[in-house]
């Protein structure tokens, strides 16, 4: 079964820029897994970042951009804050309405 | 506003049954996709089922032949019915607007379910 992808943990600096990245353990994300990104906060349920690789859900700042890089989904944010340090999560569509989610990315920002 | 509100969770025993709710307002259940997405104590997001518009559902491999994704139009709610649960189940599910191309959006607040004796 494929596996999907992604830094267990990371850190940033306040202003600083960080790219997560969502991949497979075999094969590259391109558009048609239709990555999405979502934050995680203790005790909190996610919320929704990016969809369909790169599309801003309402309300996020620009600071969050979703893209692909390479063979791999990225998210990147820009302008690291204080309360942008979470849990990560990207999930990518794999066909026959089966979705996988990756094991998350715990951001650090010091 | 658009909003999901989750009910049904409990404490359980090894191969028992509960059946979660997930109530909708702001938007028809019967219109869109609809997850139902699980995350165990201290670990990560699993997404666990979908329900499309047309009716359609699938499982991920874990609860295939166990769990069933439903809806009631009338009370605009989705269900997701859990046999023969087992110690791994064990997690707070989410439902959540989605299952395709737009992602998932928005999410309830979750509801714990706990399989233990």
């Known amino acids: 079964q494929t596996v999907v992808t992604q830094e267990p943990s990371f850190s940033v600096s306040p202003g600083g820029t960080v790219t997560l990245t969502c991949g497979l353990s075999?094969?590259?994300?391109?558009?048609?897994?239709?990555p999405s990104w979502y934050q995680q906060t203790p005790g909190q349920a996610p919320r929704t970042l990016i969809y369909?690789?790169?599309t801003r859900s309402s309300g996020v700042p620009d600071r969050f951009s979703g893209s692909i890089l390479g063979n791999k989904a990225a998210l990147t944010i820009t302008g690291a804050q204080a309360d942008d340090e979470s849990d990560y999560y990207c999930?990518?569509?794999?066909?026959?309405?089966?979705?996988?989610f990756g094991g998350g990315t715990k951001l650090t920002v010091l | 506003e658009v909003q999901l509100v989750e009910s049904g969770g409990g404490l359980i025993q090894p191969g028992g049954s509960l059946r979660l709710s997930c109530a909708a307002s702001?938007?028809?259940?019967?219109?869109?996709?609809m997850s139902w997405v699980r995350q165990a104590p201290g670990k990560g997001l699993e997404w666990v089922s979908v329900?499309?518009?047309?009716?359609?559902?699938y499982y991920a491999d874990s609860v295939k032949g166990r769990f069933t994704i439903s809806r009631d139009n009338s009370k605009n709610t989705l269900y997701l019915q859990m046999n023969s649960l087992r110690a791994e189940d064990t997690a707070v599910y989410y439902c959540?607007?989605?299952?395709?191309?737009?992602?998932?959006?928005?999410w309830g607040q979750g509801t714990l379910v706990t399989v233990s004796s």
């Open positions: 959540a607007r989605g299952g395709a191309a737009q992602g998932f959006d928005p």
């Open positions: 702001g938007f028809t259940v019967s219109s869109n996709y």
């Open positions: 329900l499309y518009s047309g009716g359609i559902t």
């Open positions: 075999s094969g590259s994300v391109s558009t048609s897994y239709y």
């Open positions: 369909s690789t790169s």
């Open positions: 999930v990518l569509y794999m066909g026959s309405g089966i979705w996988v």
